[in-house]
C-alpha cells in the first residue's frame, strides 16, 4: 500500500507557472505507474499525465501538452507535475493516484491509490 500527499497548488495568473508535488509513502515507490488528474467543479474528472514505474515513458493529455510535464524521482518517492502557460480552465483540483499494474493509462478508475488533492487557481 502507498500513501500519497500532494503540495504545491495555490492561485497564480495567467500565463504564469507552478509545479506540484506528490509524495509517496510506503513501500516500493517505483514499482507503481504514477498519474496526475484533475477535477473542477461541476465536471469528471480529467487525465492530465502518467509516468511508467522508469520515468521513461510519459503520456499528457492533449489539453496540456506542451505546457506540462510530468516527471519523477524514486530516491526520492516524489513524482512532480511542471506546469506553465497556466489557463483559467486549468483551475482545478489535482490529484496525485498510484497504479499497481505497470501499463500507463488514463483511466481514473484502474489507479488503486489516491491523494487528497491540491487547489490550483488561475485567475485571468
Known amino acids: 500500500q502507498v500513501q500519497l500527499v500532494e503540495s504545491g497548488g495555490g492561485l497564480v495568473q495567467a500565463g504564469g507557472s507552478l509545479r506540484l508535488s506528490c509524495a509517496a509513502s510506503?513501500?516500493?515507490?517505483?514499482?507503481?505507474?504514477m498519474g496526475w488528474f484533475r477535477q473542477s467543479p461541476g465536471k469528471e474528472r480529467e487525465f492530465v499525465a502518467a509516468?511508467?514505474?522508469?520515468?521513461?515513458?510519459?503520456r499528457h493529455a492533449d489539453s496540456v501538452k506542451g505546457r506540462f510535464t510530468i516527471s519523477r524521482d524514486n530516491a526520492e518517492n516524489t513524482v512532480y507535475l511542471q506546469m506553465s502557460g497556466l489557463k483559467p480552465e486549468d483551475t482545478a483540483v489535482y490529484y496525485c493516484?498510484?497504479?499497481?499494474?505497470?501499463?500507463?493509462?488514463?483511466?481514473?478508475?484502474?489507479?488503486?491509490?489516491w491523494g487528497q488533492g491540491t487547489q490550483v487557481t488561475v485567475s485571468s
Open positions: 509516468i511508467d514505474t522508469s520515468g521513461i515513458i510519459t
Open positions: 510506503g513501500r516500493s515507490f517505483a514499482n507503481y505507474v
Open positions: 493516484a498510484a497504479r499497481r499494474i505497470l501499463a500507463l493509462t488514463t483511466t481514473s478508475t484502474s489507479y488503486d491509490y
